[in-house]
Nanobody, 123 residues
Framework: QLQLVESGGGLVQPGGSLRLSCVAD????????IGWFRQAPGKEREGVSCISSRDGSTNYADSVKGRFTVSRDNAKNTVYLQMDSLKPEDTAVYYC????????????????WGQGTQVTVSS
């Protein structure tokens, strides 16, 4: 059974950093495109970043460009989201998701989803 488990969330001060991890199990990880999404209270889920299968191409939402970096380690079945220069508006539950589509995209219509990890940016 395909599973995705996020970790690495927490409370951080503005300007700080966090690294989220998404560990996959139950499927051939290399074949899947992985997306990172977030949802703040009262808001719709939005795409943050993604990384494609095959060529590892990436995409970022304008709001996080230059601050967030996505990467994948296929040997560890893991995708990372390095988040730097965090802002209070980055506060949300962060989800990773998987899909066989290519190249990656930021619409929240991936096939498989993790349970999410909370990120809170506050002083």
């Amino acid at each position: 059974q395909l599973q995705l488990v996020e970790s690495g969330g927490g409370l951080v001060q503005p300007g700080g950093s966090l690294r989220l991890s998404c560990v996959a199990d139950g499927f051939t990880f290399d074949y899947y495109t992985i997306g990172w999404f977030r949802q703040a209270p009262g808001k719709e889920r939005e795409g943050v970043s993604c990384i494609s299968s095959r060529d590892g191409s990436t995409n970022y939402a304008d709001s996080v460009k230059g601050r967030f970096t996505v990467s994948r380690d296929n040997a560890k079945n893991t995708v990372y989201l390095q988040m730097d220069s965090l802002k209070p508006e980055d506060t949300a539950v962060y989800y990773c998701a998987a899909d066989l589509g290519w190249p990656c995209w930021l619409a929240p219509n991936y096939d498989y989803w993790g349970q999410g990890t909370q990120v809170t940016v506050s002083s």
